[in-house]
């Protein structure tokens, strides 16, 4: 996609801090990093979202991502990391080509856990939550 920052990338026509890649993935250095070491793992192929990720390809991320997130932490002397991806508009993806962030995560920084973006829960019952497992089960 010409459009795409990410497909630029990968194209080198815009630059990148590149720290992995091989035939399906590319890994980068984030040009605005949450912390030290903050590295975007993304597929070279131009799909939007995991659900449109071909599943070979997918694997291939999360085999990136395996291998590079201690890496990442080594590199920068972290405590953890937080592993994630922003998947569709609405959660938060500015950039429409899928990519897992790696944000390397230090004892004090003040990040929270992914359970803080949300402000409240939802209240489920038991017959929605075998209702919701069972259409999940279905789709996978
Ligand atoms: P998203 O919000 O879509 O999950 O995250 C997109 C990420 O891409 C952001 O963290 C942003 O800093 C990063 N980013 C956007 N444009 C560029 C770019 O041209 N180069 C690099 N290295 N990172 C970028
Ligand atoms: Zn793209």
């Known amino acids: ?7 630029q990338i990968v194209a080198g026509d815009i630059p990148s801090r590149t720290v992995y890649e091989d035939d399906t993935v590319l890994a980068f250095l984030d040009a605005n990093p949450l912390a030290r070491g903050h590295t975007l793992v993304i597929p070279k192929s131009h799909h939007e979202t995991l ?3 071909p599943s070979d390809i997918g694997s291939d991320v999360f085999a990136a991502l395996h291998e590079l997130t201690p890496a990442v932490e080594a590199a920068v002397d972290a405590d953890g990391s937080t592993v994630a991806f922003n998947n569709g508009e609405e959660a938060g993806q500015e950039v429409p080509h899928v990519h897992g962030h790696i944000v390397p995560r230090f004892a004090g920084d003040g990040g929270r856990p992914i359970h803080s973006l949300f402000g409240s829960r939802p209240d489920l019952s038991e017959d929605e939550l075998d209702d919701i497992a069972a259409a999940i089960e279905d789709g996978a």
């Open 51 to 53: 659900g449109e990720l």
């Open 1 to 7: 996609m010409s459009d795409c920052i990410f497909c």
